[in-house]
């Protein structure tokens, strides 16, 4: 049988002396897109975190691909999973293919420079955003949306089986939030890549995502399909605003009172 991509027991996870995640049970297989959905400062970001390896957690294990993420060397970690965090910091000049082979550092030996296949992944990730035009642009000079972009493509030329995602549709226009959506679909089910996305709005994560994971700050958590556990009742609880349903042609969508 299959490990699965992420495993997660008894998890619990605090920031400034305050628990946001208690004791929770979750696992992630091939292909699978489970939503994180919260209020501000419900630790949503605090947990992509933890399960990326970033912060130690409260108590409870995490296991990559069927490896205990505590036992594992870094670089292997960087090479099962990914990471998309909510601001890109460039310190230093880069073009826009540049910043892209970056994903590809963990698959390179010591001192070994990128080859031409590796040159080919990331372009073949920038066509993916529609990035193919910028290549050469300095990375200083991208808008936040085309930046946006780019650290989506630099994600998907790094080539992890299991992709956490912190906010990935901030700065972006709804058509490129739709086109990123259903790129992120298309890997999961072409690739098998699961994922893991921070999210705040809760019809994209109806449509796009499989599973909900809801945060309520106070170490609460409520998790589940999508189907299930995104209706008006759970949300006006997870928001703390009354929100009503809608049904439009068959589909569900929540809209505040």
Not at 101 to 106: D, E, N
Not at 219 to 231: F, K, S, T
Request: hydrophobic share 45%; charged share 20%.
């Amino acid at each position: 049988m299959t490990a699965a991509l992420i495993e997660v027991r008894g998890l619990s996870v605090a920031i400034g002396g305050r628990t946001v995640v208690s004791d929770v049970d979750f696992a992630l297989g091939n292909g699978e897109r489970l939503a994180v959905l919260g209020r501000n400062g419900a630790g949503k970001t605090t947990l992509l975190h933890t399960l990326a390896g970033l912060r130690k957690p409260l108590g409870g294990s995490i296991r990559l691909c069927g490896e205990q993420m505590s036992a594992l060397a870094p670089r292997r970690i960087a090479q099962l999973r990914g990471v998309l965090l909510q601001q890109q910091i460039d310190a230093f000049p880069a073009s826009v293919l540049e910043t892209a082979l970056v994903g590809r550092h963990p698959w390179l030996e010591r001192w070994a420079w990128e080859s031409a296949a590796d040159a080919r992944t990331a372009r073949a990730a920038l066509a993916a955003v529609g990035l193919a035009d910028l290549e050469e642009r300095d990375v200083h000079t991208l808008s936040g949306g085309e930046r946006q972009r780019l650290a989506l493509a630099t994600l998907l030329t790094q080539e992890p089986q299991l992709a956490l995602l912190d906010e990935p549709l901030s700065h972006l226009d709804l058509n490129h939030q739709i086109a990123v959506l259903q790129l992120l679909g298309q890997r999961a089910r072409d690739a098998g890549m699961g994922m893991i996305t921070v999210m705040h709005d809760v019809n994209l994560a109806r449509r796009h995502a499989d599973r909900a994971l809801l945060l309520f700050g106070d170490g609460r958590v409520e998790q589940g399909p999508v189907a299930d556990v995104l209706n008006a009742t759970t949300l006006t609880q997870l928001y703390g605003h009354p929100l009503r349903r809608i049904d439009a042609g068959g589909s569900d969508y929540f809209i505040p009172e």
